[in-house]
């Protein structure tokens, strides 16, 4: 056989065998709360059936902020999500407070935290695809707006449903800061593990001079993100120096975060010709498919511009993103030897920062390489493979990635208080920055 004819035989084969695995993984995604392994407290966004894709909640406009507005502000966020058919669905969505935990808080009323209409709102922007080979109606709406907001910072949980069937299909999680503490940080990679090799180590203190604090270390805490990951956040580190001035989290071990490399990325924005990170694009009745360049395991930091993790929508053959960007299986391969005693999953904020069925690597024993396939819409992504243990609830980079100090990481210090006898957890102080090795 051509070596021509091979190639095409192979990627066949995999067409196949990955579209049976879609409806598989499609499927699942209607059942993904049971089966995702991280802590059901963590704020993750959350997709719960297999009718919607393409979660996107942008803060004011911006696509790779995190989704934390700033009380009695203009903040606002831009929520929307692609329902695959051309069939109109009555949404609506309602808003609930969440403790620092992001465990439901059930001990405040609507009167206490919302403003405007306490009531579920309706979702009236929506609009059909245009031109596209996979139908879909896009759905968007902006929050807070001239309905209803919040009056309370801390944590919310905004649940989109299904107003004639009353399912809920999808959840939303924000925050609301209301900047009362100063919160200082710095991360270095002159841990207390290692001097720079594989980790970095995050230092920060809050001057708590606005809060009437009675027992600081049970009124106030922290939580601490890496690349907006949820998986390997530290909540409610201990800290370990306080005066009346200042509160230090200078020397707990589990700051140290493994350092990861940069995120690998791909831009799927033509489906004539291969862009970036693209090997193939073909048509295969009913998809376009297109097969990512092969992966292989990071023996070296790789430096490259990256979105820690981010995705956004886009295509360069029309200007109408929302409704004209089309659906593509997009097929993963990882060249490496099966691990065991564990699993690989793609990791990315397309998969909403959970270890999602559909986002779980199978291994091809006659290719010898790891495969996943993901409907997506067109855009650009960043991802990694993550080898979560079996029984783990975090991934690890080390196996495929590998952890290198000069990893340019996203670091996120959420500060939450408290008071004794306080009905809810208010968020008090944010730092998110962007560790970057001699700047």
């Known amino acids: ?29 209607a059942i993904l709360s049971a089966v995702t392994m991280l802590p059901a407290a963590a704020q993750r966004h959350e997709i719960k059936t297999d009718r919607i894709r393409t979660l996107q909640v942008h803060l004011n406009g911006e696509w790779n902020k995190s989704p934390i507005l700033h009380l009695g ?23 609930e ?24 709102q ?9 031109n596209t080979t996979v139908l879909y109606t896009h759905y968007a709406f902006r929050f807070p707006n ?60 809050v001057n708590p001079r606005n809060l009437r604090l009675s027992a600081p270390a049970k009124e106030l805490k922290a ?28 020397y707990a071990k589990n700051l140290i975060f493994k350092a990861g490399n940069e995120y690998r990325k791909f831009e799927l924005t033509n489906l004539h010709y ?45 200007d109408d993103v929302d409704i004209q960007s089309d659906y593509v299986l997009v097929h993963f391969l990882l060249k490496r030897e099966p691990l065991l005693q564990g699993s690989i999953y793609v990791d990315g904020a397309f998969c909403n920062n959970r270890f999602l069925p559909e986002c779980k690597m199978e291994y091809n024993t ?30 690890e980079t080390a196996m495929v990635e590998g952890d290198f100090y000069q990893t340019e990481n996203k670091y996120s210090i959420l500060i939450y208080f408290r008071p004794t006898g306080g009905r809810y957890d208010q968020l008090v102080g944010i730092r998110e920055f962007r560790f970057m090795p001699g700047k």
């Open 97 to 120: 407070p969440c403790n620092f935990d992001w465990t439901l808080n059930e001990g405040i009323f609507d009167s206490d935290y919302l403003k405007g209409e306490t009531g579920d």
């Open 73 to 95: 502000t203009n903040d606002y966020l831009t929520i929307s999500f692609d329902d695959l058919t051309h069939e109109y669905c009555r949404y609506r969505y309602k808003i």
């Open 146 to 205: 001239a309905r209803t907001g919040v009056k309370l910072s801390g944590n919310y949980r905004l649940t989109i449903f299904d107003d004639d069937s009353g399912d809920e299909v999808a959840v939303v999680c924000f925050s609301v800061v209301d900047d009362k503490v100063p919160v200082s940080a710095t991360a270095t990679t002159d841990t207390d593990i290692d001097k720079n090799d594989h980790h970095q180590q995050i230092r920060f203190s």
């Open 223 to 250: 939580i601490v993100l890496q690349n907006n990951r949820w998986d390997n956040a530290v909540i409610a580190p201990k800290s370990d120096f306080v005066t009346p001035s200042e509160i230090q989290w200078k």
């Open 274 to 318: 291969g862009t970036m990170g693209i090997d193939k694009i073909r048509w295969f009745d009913p998809y376009y498919h297109a097969e990512l360049y092969a992966g292989e395991d990071r023996k070296n930091y790789v430096y490259d511009e990256d979105q820690d993790g981010g995705f956004v929508v886009r295509t360069q053959e029309y």
């Open 122 to 130: 309706p979702i009236e922007t929506y609009e059909k695809s245009l």
């Open 366 to 395: 006659d290719g010898k390489y790891y495969e996943a396939t993901i409907l997506l819409k067109q855009g650009y992504y960043n991802y990694q493979y993550l080898y979560v243990p079996d029984g783990a609830q975090a991934g």
């Open 1 to 29: 056989m051509p070596q021509g004819d091979k190639t095409c035989h192979r990627f066949l084969y995999r067409i196949r065998r990955n579209c049976k695995a879609m409806v598989k993984h499609l499927f699942c995604l």
